[in-house]
Each structure stands twice: as structure tokens, then as C-alpha cells.
């Protein structure tokens, strides 16, 4: 006889925290997404009623979920035996979602027994940091400041639009409080910002890279190759062991950049959206 999956949900970053983040930490390659979006909601960048759940077996933690409307349902590494009981206590918590994202299997699953019919999806691959190899590109990097909020956010929407990020959310705080952290950077050529990308502060020695973004009369002169270099070399430098990063896999282009760059793929991510 085996014992019981059970999930337990709570709004509480703390009492998340003290029940699965230990469980994340095992596996912060995979988990990252997870693990960065936990720091955000601890540093109260989600004010919408945040939601975050944990798997038990024999009380011992085997999955975990967080989601921060207006964003969709983010999944951790969760058993596919117990995607029906998570979908089951959601529904029961009259929880609305715009979309599942987490690894291709759980998350096509979730979007299967889900009640509402899928709109679309976005289909990414995690790459994680062979070995560093630097571009040959025009210009400098520079540490975005406050005073760049405004540009950074800019650029920010125009990325999610193109990238067909389904979300209704303001960047404003989220740049803010990533800028006050030293985690977004540009690529100055000529002293004119021509590329954005930001990159997380270590968390047990993992660092990712995101977003990438260089404006359409920007492109093809390398510029997005190296701000990526720049911030994953500023991950290094501060401390990770590990640098990430996630690529849309309908970009063949964004892929080959960072494979050139030393990323390896790791396993592959979707996005599915329901309205």
C-alpha cells in the first residue's frame, strides 16, 4: 500500500517556502523558474493573490506549483499521477487560469484535464551553460539605472508582444525591483542602447538569463549575442555554477546564437494558454 499524494496550497511565500523549497533547491537546474519566481513573491513584486502549492507522499515533498495571475500556472518537476488531483483541488479553489507552463510532458498533461480548451502555446528548451565562448561584437555593456526604467520598459512590452506572451500584467515593478538589483543590462554601441537582456542573482549557485531583447532596426549586427555574453558573464562572475536560459523553439535563430554562445539544451518547456 502506498501513501497518499496530497497537495496543500497557501498565499504565503514563508510557509512555502519552509515546505518545498528545499525540495527545489535539489534540482535548481530544472526548477529555476520556479525558484526565481519564489524571490519575486518573497520580495512582493505579486500583489494579485499569489498561490503556491506543494505535493506530499508519506510527508515527503514530491512536486510543487506557484501561480501569480495575471501569469499562467507555473509547474515544477510534478508526478504525472497527480496532475488529475492537482486540477481537481484548483477547480475546487475556483482558481481562474490564463495557461499551464512547465516541463512539455507535465504541462500537456495539466492542459489535457484542464477545463477550459487550449488557445495556443509557446514551445521553449532550457539551455544550460557549457563553456563561455565570447563574440566579436561592436560596443560596451552598461548596468541599467533607475533612470532607464521608462526605455526598459519599453522594450519589455515590445518583447512580450512579439514573443506572444500571454499576460495583461505592468512590467513596471518587475523591471524596477530587477534594476535595483543590478539584473538588467544593455548593449551600448556608440553610447545608444541597442540590446536589453537581464539575468537572476545566484540562488544556490544557479543564475538565469531573460529576456533577451534587441528591437527590429537593432538586429543582425551581433548585438543580441552580446548582451546575452555580458550578462551570463556577470552571473559567472558574481558566483554561479550554473547559467540558464530559455529559448522559443520556433526561433531557429535564437537558438543558434546561444548554442554559439556555449549553451547546451537541457530538456524541453511549453507554454499553453486558454484564453
Known amino acids: 500500500m502506498t501513501d497518499e499524494l496530497t497537495w496543500t496550497f497557501t498565499a504565503d511565500a514563508e510557509t512555502f517556502a519552509a515546505a518545498a523549497e528545499g525540495w527545489l533547491l535539489r534540482d535548481p537546474v530544472r526548477n529555476t523558474a520556479a525558484l526565481t519566481v519564489l524571490r519575486s513573491v518573497r520580495g512582493g513584486q505579486f500583489s494579485e493573490d499569489p498561490l503556491m502549492g506543494w505535493l506530499t507522499e508519506g510527508g515527503s515533498v514530491e512536486g510543487a506549483v506557484i501561480h501569480t495571475a495575471p501569469y499562467p500556472l507555473l509547474l515544477a518537476v510534478v508526478p504525472l499521477e497527480a496532475i488529475p ?20 510532458e507535465q504541462a500537456e498533461a495539466f492542459a489535457r484535464a484542464w477545463w477550459e480548451p ?21 560596443g560596451a555593456a552598461r548596468t541599467a539605472v533607475a533612470a532607464d526604467v521608462p526605455r526598459a520598459v519599453r522594450w519589455i512590452r515590445e518583447f512580450e508582444v512579439e514573443a506572444a506572451v500571454e499576460t495583461s500584467a505592468d512590467p513596471t515593478p518587475v523591471v524596477s525591483a530587477r534594476i535595483n538589483r543590478n539584473e538588467l543590462m544593455w548593449w551600448e554601441d556608440g553610447g545608444r542602447p541597442v540590446a536589453l537582456a537581464g539575468v ?5 549557485g544557479m543564475s538565469r538569463v531573460g529576456p533577451v531583447y534587441t528591437p527590429p532596426e537593432f538586429r543582425g549586427r551581433g548585438y543580441g549575442s552580446a548582451v546575452t555574453y555580458a550578462v551570463t558573464r556577470k552571473a559567472l562572475e558574481e558566483g554561479a555554477g550554473e547559467v540558464l536560459l530559455f529559448t522559443d523553439l520556433a526561433n531557429p535563430r535564437s537558438n543558434s546564437i546561444y548554442q554559439a554562445l556555449g549553451y547546451e539544451p537541457v530538456a524541453d518547456y511549453v507554454s499553453i494558454g486558454f484564453r
Do not use: M, N
Open 85 to 104: 488531483s492537482l486540477v481537481s483541488e484548483l477547480i475546487a479553489l475556483g482558481r481562474s487560469l490564463s495557461g499551464v507552463r512547465g516541463p512539455a
Open 118 to 138: 487550449e488557445r495556443g502555446r509557446r514551445s521553449e528548451r532550457l539551455y544550460r551553460l557549457g563553456t563561455l565562448i565570447r563574440p566579436s561584437v561592436r
Open 200 to 204: 537572476s542573482a545566484p540562488i544556490a
